[in-house]
């Protein structure tokens, strides 16, 4: 997984040492990896965390993400041919053998994955009651497998995913309303395919690692409501008024809540993670270590406004400086999670870049300190960039770079700076990964 500009970015070695660890961090979580480290085949016994799964019985792979294609694609290739078929619903091409791999996009759903995600769901009814159902789920699912539930329409879904977006709600409060309006999210997926046994492996986006938030939860027990999503509705004075329509036919109990821990649906239904943030970090912290710096991981679950994450670890950054607490330097400071913008401007960015523009901010004039700050997929937010790599000489200009974050304009600002970090889509999603280094001072 190359960084596409990495020449003009490693100007010193602190970021080069950033650029390290973030590579490091993305390729322990790509799908070809995590599937040959978790997954065992021998003879005709399937093993995933020390759980067996007999493989005599037909064998149907469906999924969703940004990277279930890959992970169909791993999957099929350590089944060596006992995979019957299946669908798999992703935002780039893919060749997966028998799985059919259908494109639909990201992070604002479409006709086409409602297209794709009625495939999926169909194709999880038909499955015979003896077999094993594999799923392969990623980051990006909740918006890749969209199928509106009742009247709405996914024009419906798109709007009320962008409004929340921009008002900054986190993903568990995002993801309450798509599970209440969908046929698929919120554990509808193991209820079209009970009673066959079913076997989800998941790549976590999420903190905390909750199957019922990863993907918004399509094979796992919901234990939120209806209410839950009208309230994340009036938290975020978001209209939908179609949404909201549905809702409180769900709140009256004119339909169905969706199925919870004792539902017969999960009688037979396991849940396996492959990869997390904990992976990309812990392959970060390696390479920091053989690099001679000290690593130190300061969370794998920091959330809220991105630009006043990135203050807080520059904050962090200055104080090692001047102190060496909690750290002498050399050192690598880490953290994982993920960090959402309250959109207010009209500029382009998204956590990881807002966060690094932050951070360049107040570390201005501060010798021998880089920052790195990445979406793992390799898109923040809607840019084409995955995030940002900054140091102490990255804002030649305070007062253009607060106005910058106050339109919300961090990619407008950093371009051009040997800042904007660039990697393609990357195949994998584990959340954000954020890299400060400290070089030994002079």
Same mark, same amino acid.
């Given at each position: 997984?190359?960084?596409?500009?990495?020449?003009?970015?490693?100007?010193?070695?602190?970021?080069?040492?950033?650029?390290?660890?973030?590579?490091?961090?993305?390729?322990?979580?790509?799908?070809?990896?995590?599937?040959?480290?978790?997954?065992?085949?021998?003879?005709?016994?399937?093993?995933?965390?020390?759980?067996?799964?007999?493989?005599?019985?037909?064998? #149907?792979?469906?999924?969703?993400?940004? %990277?279930?294609?890959?992970?169909?694609?791993?999957?099929?290739?350590?089944?060596?041919?006992?995979?019957?078929?299946?669908?798999?619903?992703?935002?780039?091409?893919?060749?997966?053998?028998?799985?059919?791999?259908?494109?639909?996009?990201?992070?604002?759903?479409?006709?086409?994955?409602?297209?794709?995600?009625?495939?999926?769901?169909?194709?999880?009814?038909?499955?015979?009651?003896?077999?094993?159902?594999?799923?392969?789920?990623?980051?990006?699912?909740?918006?890749?497998?969209?199928?509106?539930?009742?009247?709405?329409?996914?024009?419906?879904?798109?709007?009320?995913?962008?409004?929340? &977006?921009?008002?900054?709600?986190?993903?568990? @409060?995002?993801?309450?309303?798509?599970?209440?309006?969908?046929?698929?999210?919120?554990?509808?997926?193991?209820?079209?395919?009970?009673?066959?046994?079913?076997?989800?492996?998941?790549?976590?986006?999420?903190?905390?690692?909750?199957?019922?938030?990863?993907?918004?939860?399509?094979?796992?027990?919901?234990?939120?409501?209806?209410?839950?999503?009208?309230?994340? &509705?009036?938290?975020?004075?978001?209209?939908?008024?179609?949404?909201?329509?549905?809702?409180?036919?769900?709140?009256?109990?004119?339909?169905?809540?969706?199925?919870?821990?004792?539902?017969?649906?999960?009688?037979?239904?396991?849940?396996?993670?492959?990869?997390?943030?904990?992976?990309?970090?812990?392959?970060?912290?390696?390479?920091?270590?053989?690099? %001679?710096?000290?690593?130190?991981?300061?969370?794998?679950?920091?959330?809220?406004?991105?630009? @006043?994450?990135?203050?807080?670890?520059?904050?962090?950054? #200055?104080?090692?400086?001047?102190?060496?607490?909690?750290?002498?330097?050399?050192?690598?400071?880490?953290?994982?999670?993920?960090?959402?913008?309250?959109?207010? =401007?009209?500029?382009?960015?998204?956590?990881? &870049?807002?966060?690094? $523009?932050?951070?360049?901010?107040?570390?201005?004039?501060?010798?021998?300190?880089?920052?790195?700050?990445?979406?793992?997929?390799?898109?923040?937010?809607?840019?084409?960039?995955?995030?940002?790599?900054?140091? =102490?000489?990255?804002?030649?200009?305070?007062?253009?770079?607060?106005?910058?974050?106050?339109?919300?304009?961090? #990619?407008?600002?950093?371009?051009?700076?040997?800042?904007? $970090? #660039?990697?393609?889509?990357?195949?994998?999603?584990?959340?954000?990964?954020?890299?400060?280094?400290?070089?030994?001072?002079?």
């Amino acid at each position: 997984m190359p960084v596409e500009n990495r020449d003009e970015l490693a100007s010193t070695p602190a970021r080069d040492t950033a650029l390290a660890c973030v590579t490091a961090g993305i390729e322990a979580a790509l799908p070809e990896r995590v599937v040959a480290d978790g997954v065992a085949v021998a003879d005709t016994v399937l093993t995933v965390d020390d759980t067996r799964y007999d493989l005599d019985s037909p064998i #149907r792979l469906v999924g969703a993400g940004k %990277g279930a294609g890959r992970v169909a694609a791993a999957l099929v290739d350590a089944l060596d041919g006992r995979v019957d078929g299946g669908v798999v619903v992703t935002d780039e091409p893919a060749d997966a053998g028998p799985v059919e791999v259908l494109v639909g996009d990201h992070p604002v759903p479409t006709h086409r994955n409602v297209v794709a995600a009625r495939r999926v769901q169909d194709c999880v009814a038909d499955t015979p009651e003896d077999a094993l159902v594999l799923v392969a789920l990623t980051g990006g699912a909740s918006a890749l497998l969209a199928l509106p539930a009742g009247d709405l329409s996914v024009e419906d879904l798109a709007g009320v995913t962008r409004e929340l &977006l921009d008002a900054g709600a986190a993903i568990a @409060e995002l993801n309450a309303v798509r599970k209440h309006c969908s046929a698929v999210k919120g554990g509808w997926v193991a209820d079209a395919a009970a009673p066959a046994r079913l076997v989800t492996l998941a790549v976590s986006d999420v903190v905390g690692d909750d199957p019922a938030v990863i993907g918004s939860g399509p094979t796992a027990p919901d234990d939120t409501t209806y209410a839950d999503a009208v309230a994340t &509705l009036d938290r975020y004075d978001v209209a939908a008024p179609a949404v909201r329509t549905h809702l409180r036919c769900g709140v009256d109990g004119s339909v169905p809540e969706t199925p919870r821990a004792d539902a017969p649906a999960f009688d037979r239904a396991d849940y396996h993670v492959l990869a997390n943030g904990e992976t990309a970090l812990s392959a970060a912290a390696t390479v920091a270590r053989e690099r %001679g710096y000290e690593p130190l991981v300061l969370s794998t679950g920091v959330e809220g406004e991105a630009r @006043e994450a990135g203050r807080f670890h520059a904050a962090v950054a #200055r104080e090692v400086r001047a102190t060496g607490r909690p750290v002498d330097p050399p050192a690598v400071l880490l953290s994982g999670g993920e960090c959402t913008v309250t959109v207010r =401007g009209d500029g382009a960015g998204g956590p990881n &870049l807002e966060f690094g $523009l932050a951070a360049a901010l107040d570390l201005r004039g501060t010798d021998d300190v880089a920052v790195a700050a990445v979406d793992t997929d390799g898109r923040d937010g809607s840019t084409a960039a995955a995030g940002a790599l900054v140091d =102490g000489e990255t804002v030649p200009n305070p007062e253009q770079a607060r106005d910058a974050l106050a339109a919300n304009d961090s #990619r407008g600002y950093l371009d051009g700076l040997d800042a904007v $970090l #660039r990697t393609g889509a990357t195949g994998t999603n584990v959340n954000d990964l954020r890299v400060v280094v400290l070089e030994r001072e002079r």
